[in-house]
């Protein structure tokens, strides 16, 4: 079995830091990547950072210059450092993994049972 367990939400006023962790523990073969999601109320649930096994990022345009996405491939672990943050950033946190058990060929996605993550004006 294969489990992301995220931590690091919580309340934080406008201008505030945080940073998030996901460690995905279980038999695992291989990560392809892993990445955070958000999703607000009424919302879609949506890309925030994602970040590749050769270490490649991406970012959502809203949080560009503002997050900064890191992994620490030893421990299976990804991280979110989120700066300067905005009302607008208040949403659950959902950690993503697409990766390949031990002894499977295929890779398949896996999602973090979410954090929240509020920011007061």
């Known amino acids: 079995q294969v489990q992301l367990v995220e931590s690091g939400g919580g309340l934080v006023q406008a201008g505030g830091s945080l940073r998030l962790s996901c460690a995905a523990s279980?038999?695992?073969?291989?990560?392809?990547?892993m990445g955070w999601y958000r999703q607000a109320p009424g919302n879609q649930r949506a890309l925030v950072a994602g970040i590749t096994s050769g270490s490649s990022t991406n970012y959502a345009d809203s949080v560009k210059g503002r997050f900064t996405i890191s992994r620490d491939s030893a421990k299976n672990t990804v991280y979110l450092q989120m700066n300067s943050l905005e009302p607008e950033d208040t949403a659950v946190y959902y950690c993503?993994?697409?990766?390949?058990?031990?002894?499977?060929?295929?890779?398949?996605?896996?999602w973090g049972q979410g954090t929240q993550v509020t920011v007061s004006s």
């Open positions: 279980g038999s695992i073969g291989s990560i392809d990547r």
């Open positions: 993503h993994a697409i990766l390949r058990r031990s002894g499977s060929f295929n890779y398949i996605e896996y």
